[in-house]
């Protein structure tokens, strides 16, 4: 049998754009006037699980190419962009994957993050998106080495579900348990994310909702993304925000809560009984480019301006070549200015077709979520 091969990554780098000189002022906008303020952190492309919607086993099998270790940004390439970023105004980092617990050593990353202060001298919001496996083992390393919070990804509560769903056997208990590891070591608030897929996990929404009301930790619904090619996203598996929001509140009442600021991507609703709060992300049914501030680096060092980028740039290229930060720096303030994505508001508008399968698109566990 054949097998199709669906590239992870683009294959055309963009080239970093050049131009007059600029020094980090600590604010970069782009051409819809966004900040830069968040910068998402891939750390290995690799992965213990192979959920279904990110990374099917079909594609990701013993054959798939990963990434060489040499190709990967070394922990000192990563700080100083990092550095670099941080003069430019970002003030939260998130590490992700992959699976970024599998990275090697990864707390003496963290340490040196942790150092970085923001141009007025605050510390960063330093956090890490987990699938929560390694979690229990680590989660006080973590802690220790300056990390902030953290959060869990969980697709359902129901134990062969969960199964299913990371196809790779791992119990939902061994998840729980990595939660419960982080709650001790302070890694606080500690939420947790639910990927919903209709037809797949929608019947776990007031179950999971049912186990972490009251927990402090703040569970949060995800709309099933068409990021990437290889999980053959359909509109029909989408199960919008409001729908998740009406099920859990013929349950257990909620009230629609204020934003803790505009950059916000979760809306907040909070049980009426006053134990706690949820979240729900609409990427499908409520775009939010309008605030978006983040920027993503891939685990070989490719910025990407938008989840839905089919190519990034460079910066690996860049330090490796010998530039100096002073360059590196004003290369990143080129590219952030020139920015103008907003790819949700378009699908969402009809501006633009949901990708077809044939459309190169970078992968979800590239470039982190
Ligand atoms: N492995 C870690 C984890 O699962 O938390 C970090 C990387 S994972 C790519 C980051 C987040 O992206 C996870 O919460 C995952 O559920 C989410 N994700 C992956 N594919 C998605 C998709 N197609 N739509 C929505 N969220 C997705
Ligand atoms: Fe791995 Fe996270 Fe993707 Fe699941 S969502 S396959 S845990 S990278
Ligand atoms: Fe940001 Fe792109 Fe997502 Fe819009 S589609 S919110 S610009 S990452």
Redesign the pocket.
Known sequence: MSRRIIPVADVSAVPVVSGPVQTPSGVLRDTLSRPLRDLRISVTDR?N?R?V??MPRAVFDKDYGFLPHSALLSFEEIERLARLFVAHGVEKIRL?????LLRKNLEFLIERLARLTTPDGRPLDLTL???GSLLARKARSLKDAGLTRV???L?AIDDALFRRMNDADFAVGDVLEGIAGAQAAGLAPLKV?M?VKRGTNDTEVVPMARHFKGSGTILRF???????TS?G?NMAEVLPSAEVVARIAEHFPLVPLEAHSAAETAQRWGYADGSGEIGVIS?VTRAFCGSCTRARLSTEGKLYLCLFASAGHDLRALMRNGSSDAEIASALAHIWQARGDRYSELRGSNAIAPHSPEERRVE??YI??
């Open positions: 992965c699980f959920c919607y990110c992700t994957g992959g699976e970024p998106t987990t699938n959060t869990v990804s697709d994310n990927v995800i709309e099933y993304m068409d990021v990437g999980n996203w990427s979800m566990s982190g979520g």
